[in-house]
């Protein structure tokens, strides 16, 4: 019997459960959550650009995900990773699901899925596309695994093969990311490039082939995402705007039309589909 701590949680129509990773896992997870769902109920929802690669393990009914690549269209998926987007999409399922939800890191991607992440650029993938049998393998074992604690131990051990076996990124690459994300997508391409020593040309097409998006992409994304946030914490948005980096307001709603489809107000007050708009990390 497993001796992990795990930690139920209510939400009202699905139970959420949490659990902290292996230790050796945390530089390149995120997090991971079990949820399963009460009720059958048909749901759609958007899906808006993160900081997060989303791999879904998929225990019920596949699920419905159109991605920002206008040439993919709607597709069907029982597990999936979904990679860097630097636009909107939309994930529809038919209620009662039940598995476990996973955010990777960009570079965590790159090392865990063990494919180049510009493969998944605005797409995503079944996940035996990307880790062959071992995949279905996995899902098998972990929906027939009694315990949620035995199942994160299970992912666990999965992972950690994945890790000792996949690529790395370059140290150059990975110093690129932590200066973007340290500042929330603010620091200019140029001052990364001189930081790594590479050129512009050069950091841009190594760092889009590892974390997914070009730098200058992956900046415009976290600035989005953390404008989003302060945005639904009740900030002004002009306040906000100034906070990410923004020329002014005007700048940061065309940003929010570009990259969620909709404007601020729209977005924040649910007049798309009510309660149902969130970043695909958090859409589970």
């Not at 699920?63 to 206008?70: I, T, Y």
């Not at 990679?83 to 939800?101: F, I, L």
């Not at 090392?111 to 079944?126: D, I």
Request: a positive charge; one cysteine or more; aromatic letters at 8%.
């Amino acid at each position: 019997m497993s001796d992990r701590a795990v930690t139920l949680i209510d939400r009202g129509d699905y139970w959420l459960v949490q659990a902290r990773p292996h230790p050796a896992l945390r530089p390149f997870l995120r997090a991971y959550d079990g949820y399963w769902e009460r009720d059958t109920v048909p749901s759609r929802m958007r899906t808006l650009p993160t900081r997060s690669v989303v791999v879904i393990i998929n225990f019920g009914p596949p699920l419905r995900l159109a991605v920002p690549d206008p040439g993919t269209g709607d597709r069907d998926y029982a597990s999936l990773a979904a990679g860097m987007y630097d636009g909107h999409g939309m994930y529809a399922h038919p209620g009662g699901q039940r598995g476990v939800h996973l955010d990777l890191t960009p570079l965590g991607a790159y090392t865990l899925l063990g494919v180049p992440m510009a493969r998944l650029t605005n797409a995503a993938a079944e996940l035996p596309e990307l880790l062959g049998p071992a995949a279905a393998l996995l899902v098998e074992r972990l929906a027939g695994t009694p315990s949620w604690a035995a199942r994160f131990d299970l992912l666990d051990a999965f992972l950690l093969r994945r890790l000792e076996a996949g690529p790395r990124p370059d140290p150059e690459v990975a110093r690129a990311w932590r200066l973007l994300l340290g500042s929330a997508g603010r620091v200019p391409v140029a001052e990364i490039a001189a930081d790594v020593g590479w050129s512009r040309r050069h950091l841009a097409h190594r760092f889009h082939e590892q974390a997914g998006l070009p730098p200058k992409v992956m900046a415009r994304v976290l600035r989005f995402e953390r404008a989003v946030g302060l945005a639904r914490h009740g900030r002004a948005l002009a306040d906000v705007a100034a906070a990410c980096g923004y020329y002014d307001q005007a700048h940061l709603n065309r940003e929010f039309r570009a990259l969620s489809g909709c404007s601020p107000t729209e977005l924040l007050g649910g007049q798309l589909e009510p309660q149902r708009t969130a970043t695909l990390a958090e859409s589970l």
